[in-house]
């Protein structure tokens, strides 16, 4: 881990990975939704609707998924103080905010024919929304840091913090009587019919790749930013 600390380093694998994984995410997500759209038959209960899972599903996971990576690299962070990994999770940041945005509109399109409404205060659709609220407070003190000057830490400890929303969003579903559906994929197996888990899957896929692209690529906006402030710094510097 620590030897992609330095951000020469970094930069060179992140180079060639950025483009190679947004490609492929997006060529990957493509033909994904392309299947899920026009080739997987009607569901016999939500009929056409269904096909909004080869979206919904992938946004929601990922949602989940970046805070999750968020978590992950506020602990590297403040443990063993790893000079990118604030990087990364702020990197994580905007697209995870995009997917949750993604999952609940998606979710609220899905639930109108479904439900017969828009929107409950159901446990998940509410822990959702928590998540979406707490990716924007995150990316309002990750950019306090660079403004204001605040502590790094202060952004990295609410990572942490925010990701016990992280489990109750997970189980939301089995803890309290929810219209929402009960988890169709579980350890080791899956209530759902394979002519929709394997567009669904590669959908996952696809996305996941996508996102750790666009992850990249905000990094290395990111150090390239740090980077030209210190050399402005430096110049300064030499010309007092």
Known sequence: MHGFANPKRFLSLARWLTPLLIVSGLIVSAG????????????????????????????????????????????????????????????????????????????????????????VWDGRLTSMLVLAFLYVAYIALAQAVEREGVSPRIPAIFGLLGA???????????????????????????????????????????????FGGVVLARMRALLADIQTEARLRRKAMEDI
Not at 35 to 58: A, N
């Open 32 to 119: 994904a939704l392309w299947w899920g759209l026009t080739q997987v038959p009607p569901d016999r209960l939500m009929g056409e609707t269904v096909r909004i899972l080869f979206l919904h599903v992938p946004a929601a996971w990922l949602g989940m998924g970046g805070w999750t990576a968020i978590a992950v690299s506020s602990l590297v962070f403040l443990v063993w103080r790893h000079p990118l990994a604030a990087l990364a999770a702020r990197g994580a940041a905007v697209p995870g905010l995009a997917f949750t945005v993604i999952c609940l509109v998606t979710g609220s399109i899905w639930g109108r024919p479904t439900w017969g409404t828009w929107w």
């Open 164 to 210: 016990i929303n992280i489990p109750i969003i997970n189980r939301s579903v089995v803890w309290w009587n929810s219209l929402h559906q009960p988890p169709s994929i579980t350890m080791g197996k899956s209530a759902i019919d394979a002519a929709f888990l394997v567009p669904l899957l590669i959908a996952v896929i696809g996305f996941s790749l996508l």
